[in-house]
């Protein structure tokens, strides 16, 4: 599919189903005509069209298309003339109606008005006369009523003309409009990402997607269509809002230039800069908008869509740029408490440009919210540019110097620049030894560029050094830093870095406690405990109150975001593990990291770990070979930057994936695994450790001491979960002859298992009960439970001799889904799962699928 194909195939329309019924049942009940209202882009006029037809058709009427143009508003009947002329027409309202009567006699006349608001005032008047004594019927478009001449507006107050708004598409719609678009697999986040970059405009998802195409931001993988990168305007959309911006008056067209240059602008401050005529024709002219922020009820004005502000950015030469940059210098020169991130980033973009220097605050404020916008190549050269020299010459103070190389030091860290960062950390901590320096960062009031200083440090030890010890060293090195903030900060800095370390002992009785003490109205410093003390919670068996905790949490940080913008991706991390753990794979479906929270413009994800954590939803539906595949591309992603510290549980997670699809590198990637230190994934130590000894287990390894030494240590701390799954994996190598061995096992499952929340937990009991038993036939139906669980027992199990495929399929009709089934989830055809599975039966032996429980 490409942006070719699509102009040459047509883009899709949809029908409206809802609109066009409305209309349709309002010609039908006696109305006259209809009046659609909607923004440019729509769809308003496509509408008209199904309609206008469906009625000529319907009532063999004859259709008249008539479309306002700016250029006849002025111009008595220049509009009718325009549309009427080569039907004889004189150029009074005596030949007009001589023209249109001859079809009203014998036959119904429908009027199609596309821009109704631009008739002139003539051509209007006598449509609307039409209309009123039964002479024609009506089907006209405007962007809004106000902007109609009054003629018009009277058929729809005297209730003669039904209105219908037209709004933009919601999210569903633009799902399905990029569906049939792109002829693939859209998934949910994507649509999402357009329909709010869109503003469900249909012709800006158009051009997104055209533009998407053809610079590659928008391509198909394995996990199906994608955007990486920032979304551009097409040359036809450049050109479409060009040539509005330049039907303008240069008042009004000023208003729309000043409002993108420097969006959200303040509304008392725009009017102080522009005639409040000039600002009310630019509002009508529907390129600029008003916003009511809520609960501060501070009206801001910006363009009425991200894509307009891109392009008249674009198009304003450099002189004009200037010259509403000086215009507007007051404005510009005070920051208000009330700026947005986007309006401070704004400003000091608009100066640059200009080759202005807006100072050091503007800089380092503009770097901040480049960061919070994902905008890292701006943030770092922003705050490079801020710790140059002033103007005049004159170095910056080292309060200033720590303030830009805490913004700068993130963003590097933030590409994998680590070295770079490191630097910078350590030139800042050394500058804060300097009390002076010290002090003026507390009466400056930036005491949070200190702090970050030394989180980072300490960060950066944990999470990519994976040197536990020495990040609680910085932490406690740096912990009179962190008190500025709080007379608890340093501590519970300390106490999340046990957390995340799996530092359970040292974490657990003392995060409780305080998450206990202020529930749901807890303060931002607090907040970062939650997420690793649900981990806790889960390793413990008590995935219930993880969830519960994950629940309100969720929606605490999505209200957040900007204050606490990590702690969403933290959360949904942690729901997505307890929901598998507990064996509802339906739901962490649904609550993937990422997935549902890409409407809030704060939030940063590692984006690699949603890529993990859908793989692991593909593996517990029994999609290996495309886990595999998946997990293979996040591991190349993190060899080049791994900023997280997350290469060992993508490396672990990708052979065992490898390992039960019989990939011929399984044994190759294990290995790797094996070498990779946990870092960040020590918050699931435990787990991991199981899901490496079954990809060894799969591949014909004896690791039978390692999982006893894993039981041991398991129970030895508590850690009833990965206790679980290693007891039950050891039950399972030890085979049918070893009974003392599986006997013990077993009654060591059950106790364990009746400590964890969740179906998953009982299956495990209930499948080695059933085995325990000998029955045959309770034993296949608990192991279909525990693959409805996302726990495959021929995942712990070592692997036969089946290719990829054939075993993927085996073990699918082994858990008891059809054939049919199985190719919906596989996106097979029924007679391809047939045939591999009969090459399976030939090759174990075996006669019917009930025997195949054996064997996968």
């Known amino acids: 599919m490409t942006a070719e194909s699509i102009e040459r195939s047509g883009w899709p329309m949809l029908e409206r189903p809802e609109e066009f019924g409305m209309a349709w049942d309002a010609l039908e009940s006696g109305a006259r005509g209809l009046l659609l209202l909607g923004e440019s882009g729509t769809g308003k006029t496509v509408l008209a069209e199904r309609v206008s037809s469906a009625y000529a058709e319907a009532h063999q009427a004859v259709e008249l298309p008539i479309i306002g143009a700016a250029r006849d508003a002025g111009m008595p009947w220049g509009t009718m003339a325009r549309h009427v002329g080569d039907l004889q027409f004189g150029g009074d309202q005596i030949e007009l109606e001589r023209t249109v009567r001859p079809f009203s006699a014998t036959d119904r006349v429908l009027l199609r008005v596309d821009d109704a608001h631009l008739l002139d005032e003539m051509s209007s008047q006598y449509v609307s006369w039409l209309v009123r004594t039964g002479h024609a019927a009506i089907v006209a478009t405007t962007r809004a009523f106000r902007f109609l001449p009054t003629s018009l507006q009277l058929l729809v107050k005297d209730a003669q003309v039904e209105q219908i708004d037209v709004g933009p598409l919601d999210e569903s719609q633009v799902f399905e409009l990029l569906s049939r678009a792109l002829g693939g697999d859209v998934r949910d986040a994507l649509a999402r990402r357009i329909w709010r970059h869109s503003g469900g405009n249909a012709l800006f998802v158009r051009e997104l997607v055209r533009s998407g195409l053809r610079s590659g931001a928008l391509n198909s993988s394995s996990d199906g269509w994608q955007w990486t990168g920032t979304f551009k305007a097409t040359r036809q959309l450049h050109d479409l809002l060009r040539t509005e911006l330049d039907s303008l008056p240069g008042p009004i067209r000023t208003v729309v230039e000043l409002v993108s240059l420097g969006e959200p602008m303040p509304h008392t401050d725009l009017l102080h800069l522009v005639d409040a005529a000039d600002y009310d024709l630019a509002l009508e002219s529907g390129l600029i908008k008003v916003e009511i922020s809520r609960p501060s009820a501070i009206k801001r004005v910006r363009p009425s869509h991200p894509l307009i502000g891109e392009v008249v950015r674009e198009i304003v030469p450099t002189a004009t740029r200037r010259d509403l940059y000086q215009l507007a210098n007051e404005y510009r020169s005070r920051a208000l408490p009330s700026d947005t991130p986007t309006a401070r980033l704004r400003t000091a973009a608009w100066a640059l440009e200009c080759g202005i220097d807006p100072g050091f605050d503007a800089l380092i404020s503009a770097a901040a919210a480049a960061m919070q916008f994902h905008d890292i190549d701006r943030c770092i050269a922003l705050a490079h540019d801020a710790l140059a020299e002033m103007p005049d010459g004159a170095p910056i103070t080292g309060a200033q110097k720590v303030r830009a190389l805490a913004v700068r030091a993130f963003a590097l860290g933030f590409v994998g620049n680590q070295e770079r960062s490191r630097k910078d950390l350590d030139a800042g901590w050394r500058l804060l030894q300097d009390a002076e320096v010290a002090a003026d960062l507390r009466a400056g009031g930036w005491e949070s560029a200190a702090c970050e200083i030394v989180t980072m440090r300490a960060g950066m030890a944990q999470y990519l050094d994976d040197d536990p010890a020495r990040a609680q060293d910085f932490a406690a090195e740096g912990a009179w830093v962190l008190d500025w903030q709080s007379p608890d900060a340093a501590r519970l800095f300390s106490l999340t870095l046990h957390g995340w370390a799996g530092q359970w ?43 519960d905790l994950c629940g309100w949490a969720v929606e605490a940080a999505r209200a957040n975001s900007e204050a606490e913008p990590w702690a969403v991706g933290q959360l949904r991390n942690a729901q997505h593990h307890a929901l598998l753990w507990a064996g509802d794979v339906e739901a962490a479906r649904r609550w993937g990291p990422g997935d549902a929270d890409e409407d809030l413009p704060f939030v940063k994800f590692e984006r690699n770990l949603t890529a993990v954590a859908r793989s692991e939803i593909d593996m517990a539906e029994g999609r290996w070979s495309k886990a595999a595949t998946d997990l293979k591309d996040v591991t190349d992603r993190l060899s080049d930057n791994d900023q997280g510290g997350m290469s060992a549980y993508a490396w672990i997670t990708r052979a065992f994936a490898e390992a039960v699809a019989g990939s011929p590198k399984a044994r190759r990637t294990l290995s790797r695994a094996r070498r990779e230190s946990l870092r960040s994934a020590r918050v699931i130590t435990g787990e991991l450790s199981v899901t490496q000894l079954c990809a060894a287990v799969v591949l014909g390894d004896d690791v039978t001491a390692e999982l006893d030494e894993l039981i041991s240590w398991t129970r030895q701390h508590g850690l009833a979960l990965a206790e679980l799954d290693a007891l039950h994996v050891r039950y399972l190598s030890a085979g049918r002859a070893d009974d003392t061995t599986r006997a013990r096992l077993a009654g060591r499952i059950r106790e364990v298992a009746a400590l964890i929340d969740g179906e998953r937990a009982r299956a495990i009991a209930g499948h080695v009960d059933a085995l325990q038993a000998g029955d045959d036939v309770l034993a296949k139906r608990c192991t279909g439970d525990l693959a409805q669980c996302g726990t495959w027992v021929h995942a712990r199990m070592p692997r036969p001799p089946l290719t990829s495929r054939e075993h993927e399929i085996a073990a699918l009709a082994a858990s008891g889904l059809t054939s049919r089934a199985i190719a919906e989830r596989l996106h097979l055809s029924v007679r391809t799962v047939d045939s591999h599975l009969s090459r399976v039966f030939t090759k174990l032996n075996v006669r019917s699928r009930s025997e195949l429980g054996g064997y996968v």
């Open 505 to 547: 002992d040292e974490f657990m009785p003392e995060a409780a406690a305080i998450i206990d003490r202020f529930g749901a109205n807890m303060p931002g410093e607090v907040f970062q405990l939650v997420a690793p003390h649900a981990f806790g919670l889960c390793a413990h068996g008590e995935i219930d109150a993880a969830l």
